[in-house]
């Protein structure tokens, strides 16, 4: 008699049809076809005895509101309570995000001069629009409004971060800076500036008035959004 079964239930990546496999499937139909799930396959190479690459990665995705900004918020330690995923197939997926949120950054440095507080936020967000934690940073112009630099000023935890005006203005001399913009992100999404916020706003707009260093903005960053101090009038 004879023995009947699901053969699609058993077979793997290697066995699907070349066309839908991540790898063939990039190779011959480009990278723009692929889903979300198959570019983490790629990245993890393979799956579990039951799971193949694929269906991993789409775990990973539905735990992550199939969101890639919700993906990259995720840490190494996270990633690893997917089944079938340990530290170096997390750190894989890691890196790869860390390398799209450095070519958003050196997208923005390619255009150099700083026109509008949306330009300022087009910085400032690939690095710390998605943290899980509070920074805080500081972008360095010279007298046309074109980046030197920028700099880390402080890192906190989720409620906040402590910026030190001396700290700030330091970085912004050892430069030979013209005007500076400050930023730090808020986790929770809220553009809403604090009390704190304002006051050192204030703060770090006189000091800069007296060092003649231009005090241009202070954004407030997240996700999708943000907030200027310098758009709502709020900087002295």
Known sequence: M??????????????????????????????????????????????????SAVEV???IMAGCENNLNVLSKQTIKDLCKYQGIGPAKAIS????????????????????????????????????????????WMLILDRSNKIMGSERVSIGGVAGTVADVKVIFKKAL?????????????????LRPSEADKALTKKVYQAGKVLDISVLDHLIVTDNGYFSFADEGLLG
């Open 2 to 51: 004879e023995k009947k079964y699901n053969d699609s239930a058993r077979l793997g990546i290697k066995a699907w049809a070349v066309e839908d496999r991540p790898r063939e499937k990039m190779l011959h139909k480009g990278r723009e076809v692929l889903t979300n799930a198959e570019l983490i396959a790629i990245l993890i190479g393979s799956g579990t005895v039951k799971l």
């Open 174 to 190: 050892d430069c030979l800076a013209s005007a500076i913009i400050i930023s730090h992100n808020h986790p929770s999404g809220s």
């Open 57 to 59: 990665a789409k775990k």
């Open 93 to 136: 997926i890691v890196a790869a995000l860390e390398m799209g949120r450095r070519r958003q950054k050196a997208d923005v440095l390619e255009r150099k001069q700083i026109k509008s507080s949306h330009d300022g936020f087009a910085f400032f967000q690939p690095i710390i629009g998605d943290l899980p934690h509070e920074e805080f």
